[in-house]
């Protein structure tokens, strides 16, 4: 299993990281397009149906949606795309302190929480492209981006096996501690600090460019959880299987997706767009 998961993480970053910083936003875009297609397959499967055609007809219509409304990803539209995904995220924020699970969800609640997921989805992939295509440096600033969650899971992970003692959301999640966020905080802490000295964090001055990075890593967690909620709603241990030893593509991006639009927001705040 180890093996398993060691040969597809390298698959996955040579992809990843070969597109972001050697392909143009064309490329990105279709990436990023097949990665909504997935996602909203997996999504589906989860909350509203386990037909087939049914998760393929939802996969297809927005990955479709999405390079077709390309040329209207401007920075209008992700100034409001941004800041209502980081209101998005501070009410499921509220909603899982409250959060208890049943197994039961309606199917109305289901196709709710369908539709408040797919918008999610959206926000995040045009917030990527929306990165990588308008700034000069927008590959350089996507990898920080996507950096800032990889590194609060090393971190976390680590630290949460070292020091965890005390539960995060112990009815989500069991696994993750408060000594793990803390830890993974605190390697990210040190990675935006290397960062920001070996470049110019992109115009914005230390304080915040440290405080950006940080809320942007602790928000990811939240959206580790969210998927975590979905999954044991749904009766599931992983997403999907599309990606051996690691599950499906929800599992490798819920993180992402909640830190995109607060990562977003906190540019257009600090004027840095």
Known sequence: MLKQRVIT???????????????????????????LFVSVMELTNMTVSQKALMQWSGGLLMGGLFLLLLSQNGIRSVFYQSYLGLLMWAMI????????????????????????????????????YFIHHHFE????????????????????????RKFGRHKLAPGI????????VAGGLLLNA??????????????????PFLMLGLITSAISVVGDLYESILKREAGLKDSGKILPGHGGVLDRIDSIIAATPVFISGLYMLSAV
């Open 9 to 35: 993480a390298i698959v996955l970053a040579v992809i990843v990281v070969g597109t972001i910083l050697g392909l143009d936003s064309r490329y990105v875009s279709v990436v990023l397009a097949v990665t």
């Open 190 to 207: 040190i990675w935006i600090s290397l960062v920001y000295q070996l470049g110019d964090g992109w115009g914005i001055n230390y304080l």
């Open 93 to 128: 924020g509220l909603f899982m302190l409250r959060y208890r699970y049943s197994g039961k969800w309606s199917a109305a609640v289901k196709r709710l929480v369908f539709l408040f997921s797919l918008l999610l989805f959206w926000v995040c992939i045009n917030g990527l």
């Open 137 to 160: 440096q927008g590959g350089w600033l996507m990898m920080y981006l996507l950096t800032l969650v990889w590194v609060a899971d090393i971190g976390a992970y680590f630290s949460g």
């Open 173 to 180: 999640s069991p696994g993750k501690t408060w000594e793990g």
